[in-house]
Protein backbone atom coordinates (compact mmCIF):
# COMPACT_ATOMS: atom_id res chain seq x y z
CA UNK A 1 0.00 0.00 0.00
CA UNK A 2 1.13 3.33 -0.44
CA UNK A 3 2.44 5.16 2.76
CA UNK A 4 2.23 8.65 1.93
CA UNK A 5 -1.44 8.05 0.20
CA UNK A 6 -2.94 10.36 3.14
CA UNK A 7 -0.70 13.40 2.64
CA UNK A 8 -3.12 16.01 2.62
CA UNK A 9 -1.55 19.28 1.41
CA UNK A 10 -2.84 23.36 1.24
CA UNK A 11 -3.61 24.46 -1.91
CA UNK A 12 -2.20 27.75 -1.29
CA UNK A 13 1.90 26.45 -0.82
CA UNK A 14 4.35 28.06 -2.55
CA UNK A 15 6.04 26.42 -5.15
CA UNK A 16 9.53 25.15 -4.00
CA UNK A 17 12.22 27.71 -5.54
CA UNK A 18 15.57 27.42 -6.66
CA UNK A 19 17.83 29.40 -4.03
CA UNK A 20 21.58 29.67 -3.63
CA UNK A 21 21.59 30.26 -0.45
CA UNK A 22 29.47 8.65 8.88
CA UNK A 23 32.29 9.94 10.60
CA UNK A 24 33.90 11.50 7.96
CA UNK A 25 33.04 15.05 6.82
CA UNK A 26 32.61 15.99 2.93
CA UNK A 27 33.16 19.63 1.73
CA UNK A 28 30.84 21.33 0.24
CA UNK A 29 29.85 20.32 -2.99
CA UNK A 30 27.93 18.60 -5.47
CA UNK A 31 28.59 14.51 -5.18
CA UNK A 32 27.09 11.83 -7.29
CA UNK A 33 24.60 9.20 -5.10
CA UNK A 34 23.08 6.08 -4.68
CA UNK A 35 20.00 5.60 -2.34
CA UNK A 36 20.83 2.62 -0.19
CA UNK A 37 17.96 2.89 1.85
CA UNK A 38 15.19 4.75 2.71
CA UNK A 39 12.56 4.42 5.64
CA UNK A 40 10.15 6.54 7.06
CA UNK A 41 9.45 7.09 10.91
CA UNK A 42 8.24 9.96 13.92
CA UNK A 43 10.01 11.68 16.68
CA UNK A 44 8.53 11.57 20.14
CA UNK A 45 7.22 15.05 19.79
CA UNK A 46 5.28 14.21 16.46
CA UNK A 47 7.55 15.59 13.85
CA UNK A 48 7.89 12.12 10.51
CA UNK A 49 10.70 12.31 8.67
CA UNK A 50 12.50 10.10 6.00
CA UNK A 51 15.82 8.74 6.81
CA UNK A 52 18.04 8.30 3.78
CA UNK A 53 21.14 6.17 3.24
CA UNK A 54 23.61 7.24 0.64
CA UNK A 55 26.48 6.17 -0.92
CA UNK A 56 28.45 8.94 -2.22
CA UNK A 57 32.38 8.48 -3.10
CA UNK A 58 32.31 4.93 -1.51
CA UNK A 59 31.42 6.10 2.03
CA UNK A 60 27.80 6.19 3.43
CA UNK A 61 26.19 9.40 4.28
CA UNK A 62 23.24 9.68 6.20
CA UNK A 63 20.27 12.10 6.51
CA UNK A 64 16.99 12.62 7.70
CA UNK A 65 14.68 15.18 5.98
CA UNK A 66 12.14 16.25 8.21
CA UNK A 67 9.06 16.65 6.40
CA UNK A 68 6.40 17.62 9.13
CA UNK A 69 6.48 19.57 12.04
CA UNK A 70 5.18 18.62 15.34
CA UNK A 71 1.60 19.61 14.50
CA UNK A 72 1.86 17.11 11.28
CA UNK A 73 2.02 19.96 8.52
CA UNK A 74 4.68 20.02 5.81
CA UNK A 75 4.73 23.76 5.38
CA UNK A 76 5.89 26.89 7.48
CA UNK A 77 4.47 30.22 6.86
CA UNK A 78 6.89 33.32 6.24
CA UNK A 79 5.86 36.68 5.24
CA UNK A 80 2.01 35.43 5.79
CA UNK A 81 2.77 32.87 2.54
CA UNK A 82 2.95 28.86 3.45
CA UNK A 83 6.67 27.75 1.84
CA UNK A 84 7.05 23.57 2.18
CA UNK A 85 9.77 22.67 4.96
CA UNK A 86 13.03 22.16 3.18
CA UNK A 87 12.90 18.38 4.53
CA UNK A 88 9.80 17.98 2.72
CA UNK A 89 11.50 19.27 -0.80
CA UNK A 90 14.20 17.61 -0.74
CA UNK A 91 12.49 14.19 0.20
CA UNK A 92 9.60 14.64 -2.55
CA UNK A 93 12.57 15.71 -4.78
CA UNK A 94 14.32 12.22 -4.69
CA UNK A 95 11.45 10.72 -5.24
CA UNK A 96 10.03 12.67 -8.49
CA UNK A 97 14.34 12.25 -9.98
CA UNK A 98 14.20 8.80 -9.56
CA UNK A 99 10.72 7.35 -9.26
CA UNK A 100 8.60 9.93 -11.35
CA UNK A 101 6.31 10.15 -7.86
CA UNK A 102 5.45 12.28 -5.51
CA UNK A 103 6.27 11.51 -1.70
CA UNK A 104 2.52 10.81 -0.79
CA UNK A 105 2.40 7.97 -4.00
CA UNK A 106 5.33 6.23 -2.46
CA UNK A 107 4.87 2.85 -1.56
CA UNK A 108 6.31 1.12 1.90
CA UNK A 109 7.02 -2.16 3.28
CA UNK A 110 7.89 -2.76 6.41
CA UNK A 111 11.09 -4.62 7.03
CA UNK A 112 13.84 -4.75 9.28
CA UNK A 113 16.60 -2.89 9.99
CA UNK A 114 19.65 -2.20 11.84
CA UNK A 115 19.25 0.93 13.90
CA UNK A 116 21.41 2.73 16.50
CA UNK A 117 19.98 2.02 20.09
CA UNK A 118 21.03 4.82 22.60
CA UNK A 119 19.91 2.48 25.64
CA UNK A 120 21.90 -0.24 24.69
CA UNK A 121 24.16 1.65 22.80
CA UNK A 122 24.83 -0.88 19.73
CA UNK A 123 22.43 -1.54 16.13
CA UNK A 124 19.97 -3.87 17.02
CA UNK A 125 17.02 -4.83 14.49
CA UNK A 126 13.76 -3.15 14.43
CA UNK A 127 10.85 -3.23 12.02
CA UNK A 128 10.43 0.18 9.81
CA UNK A 129 8.60 1.17 6.44
CA UNK A 130 10.90 0.99 4.18
CA UNK A 131 10.36 2.79 0.63
CA UNK A 132 11.28 -0.10 -1.52
CA UNK A 133 11.13 1.73 -4.58
CA UNK A 134 13.92 4.53 -4.06
CA UNK A 135 16.31 2.02 -3.19
CA UNK A 136 19.22 1.85 -6.17
CA UNK A 137 17.78 5.47 -7.24
CA UNK A 138 20.68 7.81 -8.15
CA UNK A 139 20.85 11.37 -8.12
CA UNK A 140 22.94 14.49 -7.48
CA UNK A 141 23.36 15.87 -4.13
CA UNK A 142 24.02 19.65 -2.95
CA UNK A 143 26.07 18.92 0.84
CA UNK A 144 27.39 21.81 2.50
CA UNK A 145 29.92 21.67 5.43
CA UNK A 146 27.64 23.38 8.39
CA UNK A 147 29.38 24.48 11.69
CA UNK A 148 26.76 23.43 14.22
CA UNK A 149 26.08 24.13 17.66
CA UNK A 150 26.61 21.05 19.99
CA UNK A 151 23.06 21.63 22.03
CA UNK A 152 22.78 20.35 25.43
CA UNK A 153 19.94 19.20 28.32
CA UNK A 154 19.38 22.34 30.51
CA UNK A 155 18.18 19.80 33.05
CA UNK A 156 17.64 16.06 33.00
CA UNK A 157 14.44 15.05 31.39
CA UNK A 158 13.58 19.18 30.51
CA UNK A 159 13.49 18.28 26.73
CA UNK A 160 15.06 22.24 26.74
CA UNK A 161 17.86 22.03 25.07
CA UNK A 162 20.60 25.01 24.71
CA UNK A 163 24.03 25.70 22.92
CA UNK A 164 27.07 24.40 24.96
CA UNK A 165 28.71 26.79 23.83
CA UNK A 166 31.20 23.81 21.84
CA UNK A 167 30.53 23.45 18.00
CA UNK A 168 30.84 20.57 15.73
CA UNK A 169 31.09 20.05 11.86
CA UNK A 170 28.17 18.26 10.01
CA UNK A 171 27.26 17.54 6.98
CA UNK A 172 23.84 18.43 5.18
CA UNK A 173 22.03 17.62 2.51
CA UNK A 174 20.36 21.23 1.07
CA UNK A 175 19.31 20.34 -2.67
CA UNK A 176 18.47 17.35 -4.55
CA UNK A 177 19.94 17.18 -8.66
CA UNK A 178 18.61 14.80 -11.67
CA UNK A 179 21.20 12.27 -12.18
CA UNK A 180 21.72 12.36 -15.81
CA UNK A 181 21.74 16.25 -15.93
CA UNK A 182 21.79 18.03 -13.00
CA UNK A 183 18.50 19.82 -13.16
CA UNK A 184 16.19 20.90 -10.59
CA UNK A 185 12.95 19.69 -10.00
CA UNK A 186 11.63 23.49 -10.37
CA UNK A 187 14.23 23.51 -13.68
CA UNK A 188 12.59 20.15 -15.29
CA UNK A 189 8.86 21.64 -14.41
CA UNK A 190 9.32 24.73 -16.07
CA UNK A 191 10.84 23.00 -18.90
CA UNK A 192 14.43 24.38 -18.77
CA UNK A 193 16.17 22.07 -20.86
CA UNK A 194 19.91 22.95 -19.43
CA UNK A 195 20.92 22.89 -15.85
CA UNK A 196 21.71 26.47 -14.71
CA UNK A 197 21.13 26.21 -10.77
CA UNK A 198 23.84 23.92 -9.73
CA UNK A 199 26.68 25.68 -11.54
CA UNK A 200 25.29 28.48 -9.46
CA UNK A 201 25.28 27.39 -6.46
CA UNK A 202 29.02 25.80 -6.57
CA UNK A 203 30.57 28.87 -7.92
CA UNK A 204 28.80 30.33 -4.58
CA UNK A 205 29.34 27.39 -1.95
CA UNK A 206 32.09 24.73 -3.36
CA UNK A 207 34.36 24.83 -0.23
CA UNK A 208 32.38 26.85 1.82
CA UNK A 209 31.65 26.35 5.45
CA UNK A 210 28.28 27.28 6.61
CA UNK A 211 28.33 28.59 10.02
CA UNK A 212 25.05 27.47 11.73
CA UNK A 213 25.61 28.85 15.20
CA UNK A 214 24.08 30.58 17.89
CA UNK A 215 26.41 33.48 17.16
CA UNK A 216 25.15 34.92 21.10
CA UNK A 217 27.10 31.84 22.68
CA UNK A 218 31.01 31.76 23.10
CA UNK A 219 32.09 28.26 20.69
CA UNK A 220 34.42 26.06 21.66
CA UNK A 221 36.13 23.75 19.05
CA UNK A 222 34.58 20.24 19.06
CA UNK A 223 35.31 17.26 17.20
CA UNK A 224 33.29 16.27 13.58
CA UNK A 225 29.93 14.85 14.33
CA UNK A 226 28.41 12.46 12.91
CA UNK A 227 26.87 12.47 9.55
CA UNK A 228 23.34 14.34 10.32
CA UNK A 229 21.23 11.47 9.75
CA UNK A 230 22.23 9.66 12.38
CA UNK A 231 19.05 8.54 13.79
CA UNK A 232 18.25 10.23 17.49
CA UNK A 233 17.32 7.95 19.96
CA UNK A 234 14.20 10.06 20.23
CA UNK A 235 12.70 8.77 17.09
CA UNK A 236 10.74 5.82 16.33
CA UNK A 237 9.29 4.37 13.34
CA UNK A 238 5.60 5.78 11.81
CA UNK A 239 2.93 2.75 11.97
CA UNK A 240 0.81 5.30 9.22
CA UNK A 241 1.02 7.72 6.69
CA UNK A 242 2.93 11.16 7.31
CA UNK A 243 -0.39 12.42 6.82
CA UNK A 244 0.61 15.88 6.66
CA UNK A 245 -1.99 18.65 7.49
CA UNK A 246 -3.58 21.73 5.39
Known amino acids: MSFFAQVETANDIQAEKDVLGGSFIL ?28 DVDGKEQRHTFYVTNKQGQNFYVKNDKKEFLPGWNQANALCLLTNDKELPQMAAEEKMVKLYDFDTKTEVPKAVPVLVDLIGGKVKLAIENQLQDINVETAPGSKVYVPSGKTKNVNEVVKVFYAEDGRTTTEIRN ?10 WLERNKGQVRDRTDKKT ?18 KPANSLFGAKA
Open 191 to 200: GVQEAKFMGE
Open 218 to 235: PAQAGRPGMPSGAAPGSM
Open 27 to 54: DTNVYDATIKLAFAGQTQSGSKFLTVHF
